[in-house]
């Protein structure tokens, strides 16, 4: 993939992936979500990530890889609040609160956590709660950015506003 080979990058990540590499599985679902060396393709990055999911539910959150699990369950909580309609997967905030909820709490999720608090300031899936929504941005503004000092910006001061 580093030399820009993706013709047989994705065929050997997908065959690393059929055999429960989870590194393999990852980064399947990160190209898939993303569209880079591969056409965009949801419905394949929700398998992907569905299938960690799966996988790793209940792995210790002290786990090395807990980080990764975590990350899965987050961009499930985000396909389940915009739903993906080639799979049809419909919109359902409730169950990605739930997700969402799994990631931040026992995983530590920073993006999870952000986009839960997002949730309780919306009442989108869950009554609405200013307080609830503070405390889980404020966890989240504890926390490394995920993505960079705009990412950072947005949850420390822009997502009561968002």
Known sequence: MESGEMTSAVPALEYAATRGVLGAQLKLARLYAKGRG?????AKAFYYYQHIADQYADIQPSSPIAQYVGEAFCALGRYYVGG???VPLHPDPVYAVGLFRHAGAYFGDADAQYQL???YLAGSGVEKNETIAANWLAMAARKQPPRGPRRFSAICCGAARA
């Open 38 to 42: 591969v056409p965009k393709d949801d």
């Open 84 to 86: 993906i309609p080639a």
């Open 117 to 119: 608090g997002r949730l």
